[in-house]
């Protein structure tokens, strides 16, 4: 079966650093999404892998391993509005996302 | 320019009865979709379009139907529904023409309780 390996929650401290790992096993590999999700409202696109390697955008950064089947998702200078939660998708062969059950992010000051 | 919209925002529904729930989008993408995201579960498919007047079953499409007739709408309905229908349902769309990333955009969902 398909697989998405998300930690449940995690809490870290304003101004720190987090990495969000998300684990897959998948039939076919056709790209990585993260997604951010605020309490009561909708997904939000962050970021895509589709390549090994590391991809930067400003304080958000997102790893990619396919030989590992392994992403992360790094936070740096953490704020308050960072607490959500980040869901991990997968494209499989038929080209549908398989979802994580998402990463509850808790920002304590 | 809204983006995509759902109707309604919240629902309460008793069981056996038939809702339609609303999705359109004005930003002409090809491709929809429908999900359910219940806690501790990852979203999960229902249906989706790749593009009008064509449909396809995603992982739990049992108790689901939907129709696409034009670009921007895809409602999805429920012919009667059940207790475990509970959920907040999301619709999705994506510009899968122009290959690249093919990124889903959603909605600000639907909270639907039946009871």
């Known amino acids: 079966g398909q697989n998405i390996d998300q930690p449940t929650e995690m809490t870290a401290t304003e101004g720190a650093i987090v990495q969000i790992n998300c684990t897959y096993q998948t039939s076919g590999f056709n790209g990585l999404f993260w997604y951010q999700q605020h309490a009561g409202e909708a997904p939000t696109f962050l970021s895509y892998n589709v390549l090994d390697g590391l991809e930067e955008k400003g304080r958000f950064s997102s790893f990619l391993s396919r030989s590992k089947g392994y992403s992360y998702l790094l936070l740096k200078e953490l704020q308050m509005k960072d607490s959500a939660s980040y869901l991990c998708a997968v494209r499989d062969s038929n080209y549908q996302l398989i979802w994580g059950a998402g990463t509850k992010l808790i920002i304590k000051p | 320019i809204a983006g995509i919209t759902q109707a309604p925002t919240s629902q309460i529904l008793a069981a056996g009865r038939r809702m339609t729930l609303r999705c359109t989008q004005d930003?002409?993408?090809?491709?929809m979709y429908w999900y359910r995201q219940d806690l501790g579960l990852g979203l999960r498919l229902i249906h989706y379009?790749?593009?009008?007047?064509?449909?396809g079953k995603g992982e739990v499409p049992d108790g689901y139907s939907v129709s696409r007739a034009n670009t921007d709408d895809f409602p999805l309905t429920l012919a009667s529904a059940v207790p475990s229908q509970t959920s907040v349902y999301f619709c999705?769309?994506?510009?899968?023409?122009?290959?690249?990333?093919?990124?889903?955009?959603f909605g600000p969902g639907t909270r639907l309780t039946v009871l």
């Open positions: 379009s790749n593009t009008a007047g064509t449909t």
């Open positions: 930003m002409r993408h090809n491709a």
């Open positions: 999705a769309s994506s510009d899968s023409s122009s290959g690249g990333a093919n990124t889903q955009y």
